[in-house]
Every structure is written in C-alpha cells, then in structure tokens.
C-alpha cells in the first residue's frame, strides 16, 4: 500500500511547495481537488486541458517529485434541486474526467448527491428515517426519477473517457451513505460505482470499519485515512444525530480527528489488514480536518501513525504452508 494525502489542506500553498512539503515527510502519492467543495487551488482542469504548455508543467512535477495521482476528487452534489448549483457541479465532475483521461488517473473521488423531496423543492432532503410514509415516498422519488438516472448517464460519460472507477464517498447528508446505499446504487447502474472509503464517516453512525470493508471488498477503489471521536459525555446525552458547527467541540457528540487521535493503533491496524483481506492494494490517503490540531502538526501525526500501521509489502507464503 502506498501512503498518500489529499492536498487541499495545504491549498495555501503552491502546488509545487506542497509537494516539496509532502515528499519530505514521505509522502509517495496525492489526491488532487478538481472542482465542487475541494476547489481547484492544485488542479483547475479548466485552465490544464486548455493549455498543453500548463498541462506538461503540471505532469512535469509530480515526474520530478515521484509523487504519483491517486485520485482526482470533485465532491459536489450533481443532483442538487437548484438548477444552477446542481450545473455548477455536473460541469466540475465532467472536467474532472476529461482531465482524468488526459493524465491517465482511473480513479475519480465524490458525493453520490441527494435531490430535493420532490421536483418542487428548492434545498436537498436527506432522509433518516420510514415514518411518516411521506419519507418512503421522498425515497422513490429520489431514487427512481433522480439519481439512478443521473449516474447511469454520469457512468456511460466517465467509460467513454476511459474512466472506470467512480468512487463516491460515504456521507451522511447524500443518498449514499453506508455500504447498503453504496451497493444498492452499484446494483442499479453497474460495477464503475464503488466506494471511496472514509472510516471517519461511519464511525459516528455506529458503523464498524472493518465488517464494512469485508462487506465492501473489491466495491473499494480508493481510501480516505480520517478518524473520528465519540465524545462518551454528549453522546450519551444526545446522540450522534448533531448539528452543532464543527469548531463547538466541547458540545458535540462526535469529532473529526487525525488518525490515531479517534481510535486505537490496533484499531486502524485492523483496518488495514482488514483492506489486504479483500484485495485493496493501493493508497491510504490523510484527510485532515481535526479542528484541534493545525494542519501542519495533524498531518505530521498522520503521516508518522501510518507508517506504523500501514502494510507496505506485497503477501508472501508461509514457511508451513
């Protein structure tokens, strides 16, 4: 497995210093922002399938830095219920892939989205629960009509441009959420929806990791290392239902933490060993969105904590077997 980070939390650098910065911590490869909420800060596929003089400075570095592209990430909600930002966010995805394409990177990181209840509504609609069976409708609706159709017409234009894997994150807030969702849209559109796989997201659903993995299996085509924390006080209280602002850490049920700093070293161990089983072979890419650290001082932690945990070398045989 290779050790990786998705750079958006240095977007204050350049590209170039960045990975200067991340080569030197041992870094061996990035996942790149292209679009949606990531931004564009080290990729804008805009301006690099504009200009091939760009587009080789741009290839040139990662040549000069061995630093290989794990993913190209575009996280949006494509099925949005407002017309323009539901655009805003198809374009970036399109981009994404052509961009893709050129570089010849396989792997493409987003939401799956989630559509208003109805063709009238305004915001998305995200549904927790079957009751009033007004929300099982809303279900349909959203499924059937809406995002079903989108990514079939989403997968057929990432295939066309060579693109095979779609890896859609697992988050609360969009249709796609846990494995269940993942495999049901994987079901009603094919085998190029699979899953980017971000522990942190599942842990404060309850969730485990490891059973999710092994649910998963080759569903897993790239993985985000992030960690969270249940906070036992507030949980106990509230729940893990919480939508208090991220910086009131004190108050809520649950945080986002650099790895290490959510779960034990055997826990994430078992993750890993857990990815190995099923045949995942590829990058553990740091997310780094703990509010109790700086960027610098997390991902420091991350990278350090992986190395320990991560299983760089190919399986062998037993001596016995």
């Known amino acids: 497995m290779k050790l990786g980070v998705f750079t958006v939390l240095l977007a204050d650098r350049p590209l170039a210093d960045a990975l200067v910065y991340l080569k030197s911590l041992g870094v061996q490869a990035v996942e790149l922002g292209c679009g949606g909420y990531p931004g564009k800060a080290h990729a804008d596929p805009g301006q690099l399938l504009q200009s091939e003089t760009k587009?080789?400075?741009?290839?040139?570095?990662?040549?000069?830095?061995?630093?290989?592209?794990?993913?190209?990430?575009?996280h949006g909600n494509p099925v949005h219920p407002d017309a323009a930002i539901r655009r805003a966010f198809h374009e970036d995805f399109e981009q994404t892939v052509r961009l893709a394409?050129?570089?010849?990177?396989?792997?493409?990181?987003?939401?799956?989205?989630?559509?208003?209840?109805?063709?009238?509504?305004?915001?998305?609609?995200?549904?927790?629960?079957?009751?009033?069976?007004?929300?099982?409708?809303?279900l349909d609706y959203q499924w059937n009509e809406v995002l079903i159709p989108y990514w079939e017409k989403a997968v057929k234009f990432a295939n066309d441009h060579g693109v095979n894997r779609i890896?859609?994150?697992?988050?609360?807030?969009?249709?796609?959420?846990?494995?269940?969702?993942?495999?049901?849209?994987?079901?009603?559109?094919?085998?190029?929806?699979?899953?980017?796989?971000?522990?942190?997201?599942?842990?404060?659903?309850?969730?485990?990791?490891?059973?999710?993995?092994?649910?998963?299996?080759?569903?897993?085509?790239?993985?985000?290392a992030k960690d969270t924390k249940i906070d036992p006080i507030n949980a106990a209280v509230n729940g893990v239902l919480d939508t208090k602002h991220y910086g009131d850490e004190i108050n809520r049920s649950w945080l986002f933490r650099t790895v290490g700093y959510g779960n034990s070293s055997q826990y994430w161990k078992d993750i890993v060993s857990s990815?190995?089983?099923?045949?995942?072979?590829?990058?553990?890419?740091?997310?780094?969105?703990?509010?109790?650290?700086?960027?610098?001082?997390?991902?420091?932690?991350?990278?350090a904590f992986l190395k320990d945990v991560l299983v760089f070398e190919s399986t062998g045989e037993m001596w016995w077997a």
């Open 55 to 74: 587009f080789q400075t741009f290839v040139d570095l990662f040549k000069k830095h061995d630093l290989m592209i794990s993913a190209l990430s575009c």
């Open 101 to 138: 394409e050129k570089l010849g990177v396989n792997v493409i990181n987003t939401f799956s989205g989630c559509p208003g209840g109805s063709p009238q509504d305004a915001a998305p609609n995200w549904v927790t629960c079957p009751w009033p069976p007004d929300f099982l409708d809303i």
């Open 167 to 224: 890896a859609l994150e697992m988050h609360p807030g969009f249709c796609v959420y846990n494995p269940e969702t993942l495999l049901k849209l994987r079901d009603a559109v094919g085998a190029s929806i699979g899953a980017n796989f971000d522990p942190s997201h599942l842990v404060w659903q309850g969730i485990d990791p490891v059973t999710a993995i092994r649910t998963l299996k080759d569903a897993i085509f790239h993985f985000h």
């Open 275 to 303: 990815l190995r089983m099923v045949g995942y072979d590829y990058v553990l890419s740091i997310e780094h969105e703990d509010s109790l650290m700086s960027v610098d001082e997390g991902l420091r932690k991350a990278v």
